[in-house]
């Protein structure tokens, strides 16, 4: 008979999420595709008030990119990571639009 090693909980939030993913892949999908492309709606919007449409591209780029790793149901690591990219990149692009309006 194996041995099998006892469940530890991970320590850092990545790494749960991860774990959180995987146990409910499906519902996890369905609120983070619609939270990330969200955010990424209002960093291209903020964009575009301001003018700087190059961002609106980055924008979109990385919310289409997080999308089609869920959608082709990618790895749990690789899905969480694209989705921390986008909601990381996009609050940067929010931060950027949101001074030139000041």
Request: proline share 3%.
């Amino acid at each position: 008979m194996g041995h099998s090693k006892p469940f530890v909980e991970p320590k850092n939030l990545f790494e749960r999420q991860c774990l959180a993913y995987e146990h409910s892949t499906f519902g996890a999908l369905a609120a983070l595709v619609t939270i990330q492309s969200c955010w990424a709606a209002i960093a291209a919007l903020l964009c575009l008030y301001t003018g700087m449409d190059y961002l609106i591209g980055v924008a979109a780029f990385l919310s289409m990119g997080a999308n089609a790793a869920f959608l082709a149901q990618a790895p749990a690591k690789i899905a969480i990571g694209s989705s921390w990219a986008t909601f990381v990149i996009c609050l940067v692009i929010m931060i950027i639009n949101i001074v030139l309006l000041v």
